[in-house]
């Protein structure tokens, strides 16, 4: 099976490891994985904050990017969802709607894409930690995939999991909400982070690189002994950590 | 700006309600007891997902009739002898409800709660012309002796406060002497209000369902309270905001259905008063002079617009039970009688983008609103929306941001400058680099390490790997191995 990775660009950036996991683990159950070289940001930063017109070129710019793609798989489940918003972004524009909807029928979050397309739901991966895990909002409510990153952890061996109080509750980061509005957003990244702390674990697993770079990025700052892993690198894992 | 509430801007807004930790308690607190109490209801419904639907269809359907209901509704009003009025603008009602107690050279007024005179602000207009006007719903009423503190939730409006702080008011203002236990402050507060029930000249209720079809009116309380103000008194007004209106009482089950389990959690809440018009012979209860005014004040304009669905609203105050921006700056915070989301969504409509641009943006598009909305109003869309028309058609956001933006838009559209700038970005933020990672952000960066570590670009991209190891693999492939 066919491939195309959406690495986001926090992913190429910032969270390379994860990219390396993602690729490693996608090739293990026997894809064949592809990164198409010109794939930018997909516009998330932009269109939420309203800049819709200028959201349009790096739209199409991915529109085209993928365009032969079989699947295209992102590490990120906002960054995914984002490709499921163009169809909306090009509102009177018949041909680029048809070409959003493309995409957006053959991109898959990774965990979305394990359990759903390649129907694992264990991944045979080992991983000693005590760790919780934080559900994304985008993730969850607007692409919609809920169980998917849990049933898979589950059946991570040596990996004990505890469920984060009000799991579902926001981290604060909200893209450019988390610079706009910087005092409401530390107020909802130290409750997070209280609630983390709460569950006494080591590890907190995310699967979305602004949450992990909000809630770590805090993390590290208060100088809190837990380490922030994408779900790519536990799902990676054959016990070597 | 009669819906405007607390200081102007929107920053010092904020910072009094971050501030304020008293009020932060009592939220969160409220918060997790009706956030709870709701998922359990709905559960209990069964089909939750199929009765939103419904409720959803219900509010399209009567709004894009609503010309043709507010007809009926209006005539039925007169068939059975009441009086209505429609009224354009918040002044048009407030002159409207003030002749009429003119009129009746009525002095004392008692009020059921309703968020819609709040928008007008009814009750300043009244006591200018010197009415006594009296709050019957606990939480008002505490708000109205605690110096008018204006409603900080559209259902429970003095959330803000705990039960100590309730108690000091009581004690200050009406010398009370007994506990902060809410059963004796609310037993006081009762015998207080029933005085003023019997002395009444005439009642004021706001509305949750008018009935087109039977010219009748639900109103949903936890307290009772709005039966004494409609009975009670000789002269009834109701004033409504004009999309309150269902076509059948089959559609008004529905909707209190949806209403009662997603505001508080409760199969009902514990009063549900339907009147119909002025007491006709022979009947015991009711007032004999009946006034509707239904209030428009902006709405019509929304009507067809892609944020119609902002009038579907049941004022069930769910999705602001469950925002996390909400349950840190409070309701104040939002300067609108409106507040949450719904408020962000609703403030703008009704009270333009001049004083409420910023509401929009007072959201992470966490989507637990539109989530947890019985009616399923697309909130988080809706706040997206008029982020697009204050940046595109307003042109209100400010020119840092606007060149940022642009250059984004460069970038991220050319596979090339985008690569040139991630190649680019370690070179960049080498000076602002200490150990491994970044604490003092330069510009735009700066509000985001104020509060958090920034991460370091790594030298070697994911691409960068990527391009290495496929490079290696067809080497490798090469040699044979
Ligand atoms: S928008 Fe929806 S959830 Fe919020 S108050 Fe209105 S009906 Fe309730």
């Not at chain 2, 005014?293 to 069930?316: M, P, W, Y």
Request: charged share 25%; glycine share 8%; hydrophobic share 35%.
């Amino acid at each position: 099976m066919k491939v195309s990775l959406f690495i986001t660009c926090l992913g190429d950036v910032f969270y390379v490891n994860a990219g390396k996991a993602t690729v490693e683990l996608l090739e293990r159950f026997g894809c064949e994985v592809d990164f198409p070289e010109t794939q930018t940001c997909c516009g998330q930063p932009a269109y939420n904050s309203g800049y819709h017109k200028k959201t349009k070129a790096a739209a199409k710019n991915m529109i085209h990017t993928f365009a032969h793609s079989e699947y295209v798989v992102s590490p990120s489940g906002s960054c995914a969802y984002m490709f499921h918003e163009y169809e909306s972004l090009f509102e009177g524009e018949p041909v680029w709607q048809e070409k959003a909807k493309k995409l957006k029928e053959k991109t898959y979050e990774l965990t979305q894409f394990l359990t759903e397309v390649l129907k694992v739901d264990n991944t045979g991966s080992e991983f000693h930690a005590k760790a919780t895990y934080h559900t994304s909002c985008h993730m969850t409510r607007l692409l919609g995939v809920k169980e998917a990153p849990l049933k898979l952890l589950s059946n991570v061996k040596g990996l004990e999991m505890v469920e984060l109080p009000n799991r579902e509750s926001c981290c604060g980061f909200g893209g450019t909400f988390s610079v706009k509005m910087p005092t409401i957003s530390e107020q909802m990244v130290d409750e997070k982070v209280e609630h983390i702390e709460e569950t006494e674990t080591e590890v907190l697993i995310g699967a979305d690189g602004g949450c992990l770079m909000n809630i770590g990025g805090r993390i590290n700052r208060k100088n809190k002994p837990i380490k922030v892993m994408h779900i790519a690198e536990i799902l990676n894992s054959r016990g070597e950590v | 700006m009669p819906m405007h509430i607390g200081e102007k801007e929107f920053t010092k807004r904020v910072d009094k309600g971050l501030e304020d930790d008293f009020m932060r308690g009592a939220v969160r607190s409220a918060q997790g007891r009706l956030q709870t109490n709701r998922a359990n209801a709905a559960d209990e419904l069964g089909d939750w997902e199929e009765w939103r639907s419904l409720g959803q269809e219900i509010r399209q359907h009567t709004m894009e009739n609503l010309d043709f209901y507010l007809q009926q509704l209006s005539d039925k009003i007169a068939e059975l002898g009441g009086h209505v009025y429609f009224a354009e603008t918040a002044d048009d009602a407030n002159n409207y409800v003030s002749e009429v107690i003119a009129n009746k050279n009525a002095k004392k007024i008692a009020k059921s709660k309703s968020m819609v005179t709040e928008e007008i602000a009814l009750n300043d207009i009244l006591e200018e012309n010197g009415c006594e006007v009296v709050e019957t719903d606990l939480g008002e009423y505490i708000l109205q002796i605690d110096d008018h503190d204006p409603p900080s939730h559209i259902v429970a409006p003095a959330l803000h406060k705990n039960k100590e702080q309730i108690r000091d008011v009581f004690k200050e203002k009406l010398g009370y002497t007994k506990t902060e236990k809410p059963e004796e402050l609310t037993l006081f507060a009762r015998e207080k209000l029933r005085k003023e029930f019997l002395e009444a000249d005439v009642g004021i209720t706001g509305c949750n369902f008018a009935i087109a079809e039977s010219g009748s009116f639900a109103l949903v309380t936890n307290e009772g309270n709005a039966r004494m103000v409609s009975t009670l008194p000789k002269t009834q007004i109701t004033v409504m905001g004009m999309e309150r209106i269902v076509p059948t009482w089959e559609e008004l089950d529905v909707l209190v259905s949806l209403l009662t389990r997603a505001a508080v959690g409760q199969k009902l809440t514990s009063y549900v008063t339907a009147l119909t018009g002025p007491k006709i012979e022979g009947e015991v209860d009711g007032p004999e002079e009946f006034h509707l005014v239904i209030v428009d004040n902006g709405r019509s304009k929304i009507l067809g617009t892609e944020f119609q669905e902002a009038l579907h609203c049941i004022r069930c105050a769910a999705c602001i039970n469950v925002c996390p921006v909400y349950r840190h700056v409070g309701g104040h915070a939002y300067g609108s009688i409106y507040p949450g989301p719904i408020g962000a969504v609703l403030t703008p409509l009704l009270g333009g983008y001049d004083d409420y641009k910023e509401l929009p943006y007072a959201s992470t598009l966490c989507g637990a609103c539109t989530e947890v909305c019985p009616v399923k109003i697309p909130l988080h869309e809706q706040l997206v929306k008029h982020r697009r028309n204050i940046v595109e058609e307003e042109e209100k956001s400010d020119l840092a941001e606007r060149l940022a933006m642009q250059g984004f838009s460069i970038v991220a559209g050319s596979g090339n400058l985008y690569k040139l700038a991630t190649r680019m970005a370690p070179l960049l933020v080498t000076p602002f680099v200490k150990d491994g990672s970044i604490s003092k952000g330069p510009g735009p960066v700066k509000p985001w390490t104020d509060i958090r570590e920034f991460p370091v670009p790594q030298k070697q991209r994911f691409r960068d790997w990527f391009k290495n190891r496929e490079k290696g693999g067809s080497e490798r492939a090469k040699r044979g191995n």
